[in-house]
Nanobody
Framework: VQLQASGGGLVQAGGSLRLSCAAS????????MAWFRQAPGKGRDLVAFITGGSSPDYAGSVKGRFTISRDNAKNTVYLQMNSLTPEDTAVYYC???????????????WGQGTLVTVSS
């Protein structure tokens, strides 16, 4: 299983970006799909997550500005980021909990990270 993230880049404050993360390989199902971020010199923090059967949840700092969604047919999770501020500058990582078979437990996989830089 591999996760391929894309969509990062340089944007001015107030702008928008859309991140994508596609899972590939052989597996049974994807349970939770999430985005984390790690700012320079800081730890990795949860930004948002979405499961198959419940409403998405967000970190307080991004609530109302970011939207997480998933396309199960494409095994892809998205993060629409609006009203970006310099404080959103970070490497963004996708994380998926994936079951290899119907009787196995889920395992967490990570994408390679995509850099988002917001200029003031």
């Amino acid at each position: 299983v591999q996760l391929q993230a894309s969509g990062g880049g340089l944007v001015q404050a107030g702008g928008s970006l859309r991140l994508s993360c596609a899972a590939s390989g052989s597996f049974f199902s994807i349970n939770r799909m999430a985005w984390f971020r790690q700012a320079p010199g800081k730890g990795r923090d949860l930004v948002a997550f979405i499961t198959g059967g419940s409403s998405p949840d967000y970190a307080g700092s991004v609530k109302g500005r970011f939207t997480i969604s998933r396309d199960n047919a494409k095994n892809t999770v998205y993060l629409q980021m609006n009203s970006l501020t310099p404080e959103d500058t970070a490497v963004y990582y996708c994380n998926c909990n994936i079951q290899s078979s119907a009787w196995s437990s889920g395992y967490d996989y990570w994408g390679q990270g995509t850099l988002v830089t917001v200029s003031s």
